[in-house]
């Protein structure tokens, strides 16, 4: 029989202690991986909950600006036909014989006609006519 000889570790601890100490490093680094993950994973689901509620903030105040130019339009429309109306000659007149307003006729270098023509070759030529048919001719002018 031969006898051999055996390194015997310095250390007294025994196996099962160094694997204890293992297993308690290794649970923390799981620990704080799982703690990073959850993180990661709450901010993602936060940030697309304010996500969520800035669309629909943003689309509410889109249908409100849609009403709000809906009714200024219709603004615009009853304006008009209210202009149309006053600026009739049926009321005109109505109002000059409300008021008793002793107009004269106009002098014939007072009235103005302005005209326009579009000519064969594609220019507007535009005219303006002073009293009797003088004829002033402001500018011709391609469009």
């Known amino acids: 029989m031969k006898l051999q000889a055996h390194n015997v570790p310095l ?3 025994s196996r099962r202690q160094k694997n204890n100490q293992k297993s308690w490093a290794l ?7 799982m703690l990073v993950t959850v ?8 940030y697309r909950i ?3 509620r800035k669309i629909n903030e943003l689309y509410r105040s889109s249908q409100r600006m849609q009403r709000e130019i809906h009714n200024l339009d219709c603004d615009i429309k009853a304006l008009k036909v209210e202009k149309q109306r006053l600026s009739s000659w049926d009321n ?5 014989a409300l008021y008793k ?8 270098q007072q009235v103005r006609y302005f005209t326009v023509r579009n000519n064969r070759d594609g220019q507007i030529q535009r005219n303006e006519l002073y009293g009797k048919g003088a004829v ?5 002018a391609t469009y």
């Not at 993180?39 to 936060?46: E, K, L, P, Q, S």
């Not at 307003?101 to 014939?108: I, K, L």
């Open 39 to 46: 993180t990661v994973i709450c901010g993602v689901a936060n």
């Open 50 to 52: 304010d996500l969520n």
């Open 136 to 140: 002033n001719q402001l500018s011709q």
């Open 11 to 13: 250390n007294r601890q």
């Open 27 to 33: 649970k923390f680094y799981i620990l704080l991986y």
């Open 92 to 96: 005109i007149s109505k109002k000059i």
């Open 101 to 108: 307003m002793p107009f004269r006729a106009s002098n014939y």
